[in-house]
């Protein structure tokens, strides 16, 4: 079965600081690699997914992530933090059959003025 | 596109009452998922449509939760006999067949029950 794990359950940057949300997966299979944002009492936001093409993978707001396979890790990075990315980031993991997503428990951001 | 609709935003109930939401997809994604969020936790998934269709039901999914798409359109989650436990935030998001995982699905903004 697969599974998600986000070191670090809150993380805080000054801003305009380099952010870097670390996501480690566990998959039998080839993974679909997501990270979706959550602002307070709202859904989940997609900001970027990775579906086997490229590795590097840019989403919106100037996040991106990386997957490497060797390390099995899908980390979130974004080279200089706005105070409007203080939300709380989720990774999760997909496979190709199985229809659902498992998420990670969350990493909170907080931006430092 | 109007995305995925969640109604009410807010649910306040007293234990032992009977609660349902109501999830309205995007309205040519055939597949609607519904999930769960306790407080300092990632989604859980709890069930599944295709169309009308119930294709799965997490173990997490007891006798006390109902939900059902009658027409492949809104879905209704229902609770009875609600506990403090349920206290959540339940998310419904939606896809197109087959292409969820390319595409990532699509997520309303939730409704948070609070049972008190």
């Known amino acids: 079965a697969q599974s998600v794990t986000q070191l670090g359950s809150h993380v805080s940057v000054s801003e305009g600081a380099l952010v870097l949300l670390r996501c480690n997966y566990s998959?039998?299979?080839?993974?679909?690699l997501f990270w979706y944002v959550q602002y307070p009492n709202q859904g989940l936001q997609l900001l970027l997914k990775?579906?086997?093409?490229?590795?590097l993978v840019k989403g919106i707001n100037g996040f991106e992530a990386e997957f490497k396979k060797s390390e099995t890790s899908f980390h979130l990075t974004k080279p200089s933090a706005h105070m409007s990315d203080a939300a709380e980031y989720f990774c999760a993991v997909g496979i190709q059959g199985a229809q659902k997503l498992v998420f990670g428990q969350g990493t909170r951001l907080t931006i430092n003025p | 596109d109007t995305g995925v609709s969640q109604d009410p935003r807010h649910k306040i109930t007293k234990r032992g009452q009977n609660v349902t939401f109501r999830c309205d997809p995007i309205?040519?994604?055939?597949?609607l998922y519904w999930y769960r969020q306790t407080l300092g936790q990632g989604p859980e998934f709890l069930t599944y449509?295709?169309?009308?269709?119930?294709?799965?039901k997490s173990r997490l999914l007891s006798d006390r939760f109902s939900a059902e798409r009658p027409k492949g359109s809104f879905s209704t989650l229902e609770i009875q006999r609600t506990e403090q436990g349920d206290s959540a935030m339940y998310l419904c998001?939606?896809?197109?067949?087959?292409?969820?995982?390319?595409?990532?699905?699509?997520f309303g903004s939730g409704t948070r029950l609070t049972v008190v």
């Open positions: 990775y579906t086997s093409a490229a590795t």
């Open positions: 998959s039998s299979v080839p993974p679909y």
């Open positions: 998001a939606s896809s197109l067949r087959d292409r969820g995982l390319y595409y990532g699905y699509t």
């Open positions: 449509f295709q169309n009308e269709a119930q294709l799965e």
């Open positions: 309205s040519e994604h055939n597949r």
